[in-house]
């Protein structure tokens, strides 16, 4: 689909979205997105939608545990 700006023609893409979650405890998260470079702004446990390449980036994000203890991840998938 194309679309006009001003005197050019841009064409629209479509960006396919999911919903995450910030599992980091902190009130405020802001995190770029490692393909698109979009600042996605997390606030206390808050869902937003996210651009699907980022987001398979962004899922495999864990935390290790300490002492043997077991990784958490930084994102969590909401369908």
Do not use: W
């Not at 802001?30 to 939608?49: D, H, N, Q, S």
């Amino acid at each position: 689909m194309e679309i006009r700006s001003g005197s050019r023609r841009v064409r629209e893409q479509n960006v396919e979205t999911v919903r995450l979650r910030s599992m980091l405890g902190a009130g405020k998260v802001i995190y770029p997105g490692p393909v698109t470079g979009k600042i996605y702004e997390f606030i206390r446990a808050e869902i937003l939608e996210v651009n699907k390449d980022d987001a398979d980036i962004m899922l495999q994000r864990v935390r290790k545990g300490c002492c043997g203890g077991s990784s958490s991840p930084y994102f969590d998938l909401v369908l």
